[in-house]
Structure formats: structure tokens, C-alpha cells
């Protein structure tokens, strides 16, 4: 059983023992997808048909094989040869799902399109930052994926094949991807502000033999041209038998590649290659912060099923939704917003900057496109709220049903903010998952309330624990976040890899058979999560673990801190140095005053013992290329460690702040 802390050990965590912010009525659990759904398993599969979410949960975990088959009835899943069992093999890693069976993602993707009724609705919303608005329909987008797919045959592309994208979020990269799918190839793909050499760190290591590229990009109201880049990762990516050119900028077509609009001119019928269930579907990549990043594989099935069961069930989203999410092709919300297509939903794709020409452009995208789930970062709502803009008040938001947030655990403060500021009736949805999984191991359920600073509870199929070092299950004190069952969308391998020891090492060295993800996060007594940070930079003072995301959640209320990055340093003495590095807001100044208020917040709110030894002013906070703040790097460089030993330099926002905290380094020691 579980054990729980006692009193003497008061819980670091953000849960709330007061009233939800949130409570769905009860019309709106009624027609939630997931409670037709249970209704539905309970006749069919033997689901409980009462204890509501909770209940449905605990069978999902206990019956997994009879859950995931109940998924791929439900949402009506194509094998076009059946499958023999639901899960062969239960051992992670390695667990072996739907043997025997075929089927498409790409199919499953553009299945809209077949009915006539829907076929001229739009598909996909495009804005830039001019806001102009250009729709393609589901119609059009099944033509386009069975011109390219048709071309990428000719160009000899056959099952298995690495196919790149050096793309922003458009809807050519959705039509390449679904396109890829379509013949049984491997898609992988960067946005155009990653450097070459970043790119290359990634596609060097899967051998594409074909490079969607566009000729530069637009952001912050200026031109990006990429042309030399572009020439570059044809110099040196060898594999490569054929670059396509997307003119964004409206550059002509380089010597020796082909033009995007002659291969998706024809009106060609899509064929679907028919692939087995655990056939790679595309490569994510890990943020790479030391080392060249992590190759992950996932496959047609996994992400098939995995999706279908977090967009349809988990965010609530069918025909008659619009789904935004902010994110850029080098991250896997992209991927999974793609997948929205899976429902009937349509997307919006925003290409551009978050903030301009000011910090309310996404609540613009939001009004103008009707979106109806609105995903964002946490750091964003936060930043909305630093800026005291007011987004129910001067936009339209009538339509938008939930706003969701990932990236970093979302700060109370960021929950009462939505609450007030954008619909005191708004279902907050903050999520954790990973790249690793492209899905949520934790997060939406729309018919469950919302507390401050807690994602709602674990998600179907998915046995999410917080367990002790010695492998023992917690409630309601801070543990390492393990699942102990498999998942659908778990890696099939990383690419590589031959025999499998970078993915076991990666989550199985800890405790093994059981997928250990690097988070902290506390199971609350009424089922919720909190998660409290990466457990490889959590912060142990006098035995007391806390989660960086605690400080940056206390810090980052004050106005005067625009950012802040917190380091446990274990020193060679037996001692522990925590020096916390602020990055000021336009105007402030680290005074006295500033660093007593900073540690009087800490204090007051979290815990003496997280008092930071030293708060030191810095130019700027490091991030990788996918926004989250590098603290083992840092962590590293102040060990003494070299820059080229603790960081991959591609992999980083802005390198040149890292030369700070290696100048820290060479002082102190």
C-alpha cells in the first residue's frame, strides 16, 4: 500500500486541500467523449459504468489489454490485417503491441475526407503574423498528401525511408508528413530557427533521403533567409536523393531541387501503404543538451492509438472543435497537434511569434480562428500575466472551452490568472508528458474539477506512480514519476541503437522493468498530480528534496525577476552550494532590498532550507531549442566540467550565456 507522509514531514508540494477552481456541470460531463465512452465499455467491455473517471482509470490500468481494445473499437481503427493479441509481450522495455495486425496512420488522419458532408469544411486554419487566415480543406489536404505521396513513390522513397523537414509550422509540413506516412516511410523534422549544426546533430543520424525545405521564415515582423543553411545540410547530408523547395520568401528554386507546387499539383487518389503496427512512424529528437540528442522512434500503431485516446478522450475534441496550440516543428507538440486531425478537428497553425507584435498575439489567433482548445506554454501565461493584459475583456473568447498548458508545470498563480482574466467557467488544463512518449502521462479530463497548481489526474491506460528510492508507492509526499505498465507510444527503439542499452539506460536503470521518466511530482489524496521538476536537478538540502519549479514559481511572482534558474551543487567537502541566477526585469535592480524579498518569498512560501546561499545576477536564463531552462548543464559547468563536455552548443537558445556560468566556474574554483 502506499504510504503516506506523516505529520512531522509536511508534504513541498502545490496541492490544494480547498474548493476546485473548476467543477465541470453537469451537462458538460454528460456529453464529454469519456463519459459516453465508459458507458459504452461498461456494455461492451466490461467497464465500471459508475465512479465516474476514477473508476474508469483504475480498470484502464488493470485491464490494459481490454482498454486498448476497447480504444481501437471505439474509435473505429482500421487493421487492414487484424491483429492476434492486444500486447504479446508486457516487458519494458520492449512490450510488443497488436501483433500481427497493419494499418495506416496517414489513412486514419485524412478519414474526414471521405465524408461528403465534411469534405469542403477546413481541415487546417493557417495565420502568420499578419493574421491573415487561409484554410485548406480536407478535400484539398487528401489531394495534396496523394500528389506528394505519389512523387515521393517515384523518387524511389519505400518503407523504412527517412524523410526530413526543415520547416516551419505550415501546412506543407502537415502535408509531408501525412505524405510520408502514407508510403510507410519515417518522418522526421527541425524548425528553420534551429542552427545547422543543430539540425544536423539530428538528421545526420537517421539518413534522410529527402529534405522538405523552405527558403527562410518569418518571426518578429522580419525575414529569416536560409539559404546558406539550407546549403549546407545538402553538402552534408549524403543519403539525400532529392531537396524539395517551399519558397516562403518567394526565392527561386536552388539548382538541383524540385518545386514543391509540381509534386502536389495532381490529383491523385491516396494509397496507404499497409504497415505493421509497431512499423516506425516518425523520429523525435530529446533536447540534446550533452551529447548528440537522443533518436527517439515511435510507431504507426503506438502513436495511432495514444492519440486517439488523448485528443478524442482526454482534450474532448471532435468535428465540430478547432485546436490551437502554439509550437514549432522541432517539438513534439507539433506532432501531436497534427494528430488532432484523427478526430475530424480542425487545426490552427500559427507561424510565427508568440508575442508580436505584442504578448496578446496568441489570444488574437484565438479570437480570429474560433479556436476551442487553446494550448500554450505555462511561461507564456505567466508572461501574459507580468504584462497585466486582459484577455476576456478584449477578446472574444466565447468559443474557447479549455486552455491547456505544457512545457513546465503551470504556477498557481498562472491557474487563479486564467480563471480571472480569461473565463471564471474555463477548464485549465495543465498536462506533463514528454517527448519521449509524444503524450501526456498526466493531465486534461473534462469531467473531473481543477485545483490550483494540479494537473487533473494520471490519463487512461497510463500507471502512473510516485515511488521512493527503494521502488515503494507514495501519496501525497514528492517521488520520482514511474509508470509501471506499458504505453502504446513508449520508443520502439532509439535509432542507433543496436542493442538497446542507450534506451534501457535512458528510463530502466533505476528501477528495473519500470519506466523512471526524471521527474519529481507528488499523487495527491483526491488523485491529482503535481509536478514539482526534473528529478536529475532537484535540489536536497538536510534531506529535504524540493523541485526547481517550486522556486521558479515563488520567485517569478515578484515583478522585478523576469526569469530565474536555481542549482543544488553537491561540493567535494561534504557541502551543498545553491546560488540562485535571476535574469531582471527592463528597470529593476539587484539591491539589498531585491535579494531579501527574493529570499523572504522562498522563505515564507516554500521552505527555509531553500533559502539560496547566493542570488546572482545574470545576463540572461539558457534554454534548449525547445524553451526549457538547462539546469544539468549549468549544474555541470559549475562543477568545473568544459563547456564542450557539458552541453551540446546546438542544442542552446543563446550559447553565449553559458560563458558566464563557465567564468563562475573558474572564480569559485
Known sequence: MPRTRTAREPPHDRSSQRSPLWQPGPDRIAAAAVTRFQSWAAQRYGAPAEGGYPALHQWSVDELDTFWQAVADWFDVRFSTPYETVIADRTMPGAQWFSGATLNYAEHALRTAEDPLRADAPALLHVDETHTQIPVSWSELRRRVGSLAA?????????????????????????????????????????????????????????????????????????????????????????????????????????????????????????????????????????GTTGLPKAIVQSQGGILLEHFKQIGLHCDLGPEDRFFWYTSTGWMMWNFLVSGLLTGTTLVLYDGSPGYPDVSAQWRVAEQTGATLFGTSAAYVMACRKAGIHPGRDYDLSRVQCVATTGSPLPPDGFRWL?????????????????????????????????????????????????????????????????????????????????????????????????????????????????????????NRQGVRMGSADIYEAVERLPEIRESLVIGLEEPDGGYWMPLFVHLADGARLDDALRDSIKRTIRENLSPRHVPDEVIEVPGI???????????????????????????????????LLHFYEDLARKRH
Open 151 to 287: 512523387e515521393l513513390r517515384a523518387l524511389g522513397v519505400t518503407p523504412g525511408d527517412r524523410v526530413s523537414g526543415y520547416l516551419p509550422n505550415i501546412p506543407e509540413a502537415v502535408v509531408a508528413l501525412l505524405a510520408t506516412a502514407a508510403v510507410g516511410g519515417v518522418w522526421t523534422s527541425c524548425a528553420p530557427d534551429f542552427g545547422a549544426r543543430s539540425v544536423l546533430d539530428r538528421f545526420q543520424q537517421v539518413e534522410p533521403v529527402v529534405l522538405f525545405t523552405v527558403d527562410g521564415y518569418r518571426y518578429g515582423g522580419k525575414e529569416h533567409h536560409r539559404a546558406d543553411t539550407v546549403a549546407e545540410l545538402r553538402r552534408e547530408l549524403p543519403t539525400l536523393r532529392a531537396v524539395v523547395h517551399i519558397p516562403l520568401l518567394g526565392t527561386e528554386v536552388p539548382e538541383g531541387a524540385l518545386e514543391w507546387s509540381a509534386l502536389t499539383s495532381a490529383d491523385t487518389e491516396p494509397v496507404f501503404e499497409q504497415v505493421p503496427f509497431d512499423h516506425p512512424l516518425w523520429v523525435l529528437y530529446s533536447s
Open 622 to 656: 539558457p534554454h534548449t531549442l525547445t524553451g526549457k531552462r538547462i539546469e544539468v548543464p549549468v549544474k555541470r559547468l559549475l562543477q568545473g566540467t568544459a563547456l564542450a563536455k557539458a552541453v551540446n552548443p546546438g542544442s542552446i537558445d543563446n550559447l553565449e
Open 419 to 539: 480563471h480571472d482574466e480569461v473565463d471564471a467557467d474555463l477548464w485549465i488544463a495543465s498536462v506533463s508528458g514528454g517527448t519521449d512518449v509524444c503524450s501526456c502521462f498526466a493531465g486534461a479530463v473534462p469531467t473531473l474539477p481543477v485545483h490550483i497548481g494540479e494537473l487533473q489526474a494520471a490519463c487512461l491506460g497510463t500507471d502512473l506512480r510516485s515511488w521512493d528510492p527503494a521502488g515503494e508507492p507514495l501519496i501525497g509526499e514528492v517521488g520520482e514519476l514511474v509508470v509501471t505498465a506499458p504505453m502504446p507510444s513508449m520508443p520502439i527503439r532509439f535509432w542507433n541503437d543496436p542493442d538497446g542499452s542507450r534506451y534501457h539506460d535512458s528510463y530502466f536503470d533505476m528501477y528495473p522493468g519500470v519506466w523512471r521518466h526524471g521527474d519529481w511530482i507528488t499523487i495527491t489524496e483526491h488523485g491529482s498530480v503535481v509536478i514539482h521538476g526534473r528529478s536529475d536537478s532537484t535540489l
